[in-house]
C-alpha cells in the first residue's frame, strides 16, 4: 500500500467517524424540535442563481436584490464566481452577514468541487455547514473518450464517495447537476447510478428542467425525473428554444421563462407529488449579463430577473409550491 493510498484511507475513515456523530447530532436536535412542537414545515425556496449578476461583486448585491423582488440567492462560489475558492472563509461568512442584513438568505452555493481533496473543497463545505448553508452544487466531469464510458462512470463515483462523506461531515447535501453536452450526468439515468448507494442526506440530484429537456425531448425528461424523483436535492429552472446558427446548426438558445419548450407546470406538480422541499434556483441567462452597471444592457437584464422571477412566483402559487 503507497503512502498516498495510506493518508486517503485514513481521510475516508476519520471522515466516517466525524460524520456518525454528526449525523447523531442531528437527529438528536430533530427529536428534540420535535418534542417542542418548534420544528418548521420544510417547503421550497426560491432563489436566484447570482451569475445572472456577475457584473457587480457580490458586497453590491443586497443593494439590487430587494428591487428584482429576490430574498434568497443560489451564490457562486467557484473560480470566476463571485466568490474565489481560496478566499472562501473569509469572504462566505463576510457575505452571510451583508445579505442577512439586507433580509435575504443563501439556501445553496454553486460550487466547482468535483474532489474532495481539490479546489479547497473542505473549506468551502465547511464553511458553508458552518453558516447553516445545507445545500452545494458540484463542479462538472467530462465524459472524455467516449468508448471508455463505464471506466469514466466508475471513476466518478468513486471521486464522489469521498465528496458525499466530506459533505455529510458538514452537514451539507451536495446536488450532482444535469448539464447538457458531452458531460457526465447529461444522460439522467447515469446520475441514478452514481448516486443510488450513497447517502441520500450527503448527495442528490439538482435537476435541472432546460438540460433535462434538451437531452430528453418528449419523454426522456419525464423518465428520468421520475427515476430521480426521490433523490432531487435542488432544482434549476430557466427556458430554451432550438435556433438554427447559419454556422453552428441547431442549438439550445435560452428564452423567458414560459416562452421556450421546458414544461415547467408538469415538472413542479412531479415535485409536488415527492413533497420537494429543496431550494429551486432561477436562472436568468437569456440576456446580456455582461454589460457595465447602469448600462441598457445591464438594465435590460435587470428587467428580465424581475420578469422571470416574477413569472416563476405566480406558477410555485399555482402548483401549491409557494
Known sequence: MTSQTSQQLSRRQAMKSAAAIAGAAMLAESANADEAGTKPAAKPRLCLFSKSLHNRPFTALPAVLPDLGVDAVDLTCRPKGHLL????????????????????????ITTGITD????????????????????????????????????????????????AAMCRQYG?????????????????????????????????????????TVEGGEGGWRIGMSLLAPRIAMVAVKDFLWHEDPKRGWRARNVPLGQGMVRCEEAF??????????????????????????????????AAIR??????????????LA
Do not use: C
Not at 196 to 204: F, K, R, T
Open 85 to 108: 475558492p481560496e478566499r472562501i472563509a473569509d469572504d462566505l461568512p463576510r457575505a452571510h452577514e451583508l445579505f442577512k442584513a439586507a433580509g435575504i438568505t443563501i439556501p445553496m
Open 116 to 163: 474532495a481533496d481539490r479546489g479547497h473543497a473542505e473549506a468551502i463545505i465547511k464553511a458553508a455547514g458552518g453558516l447553516g448553508i445545507r445545500y452545494a452544487k458540484l463542479g462538472y466531469y467530462p465524459y472524455g473518450d467516449l468508448h471508455k464510458l463505464h471506466d469514466t462512470l466508475a471513476e466518478v463515483k468513486a471521486r464522489l464517495r469521498d465528496v
Open 172 to 212: 451539507v447535501r451536495a446536488g450532482f447537476h444535469n448539464h447538457a453536452g458531452v458531460r457526465v450526468g447529461a444522460a439522467l439515468w447515469d446520475i441514478w447510478y452514481l448516486i443510488n448507494d450513497l447517502p441520500a442526506e450527503a448527495i442528490g440530484s439538482y435537476f435541472d428542467m432546460r438540460h433535462a
Open 269 to 302: 406538480r412531479r415535485l409536488k407529488q415527492e413533497s420537494f422541499s429543496g431550494p429551486i434556483s432561477l436562472h436568468v441567462e437569456h440576456g446580456d449579463r455582461g454589460g457595465p452597471v447602469a448600462s441598457p444592457q445591464d438594465k435590460a437584464n435587470l
Open 307 to 320: 420578469t422571470d422571477n416574477a413569472y416563476l412566483r405566480d406558477l410555485l402559487k399555482r402548483v401549491g
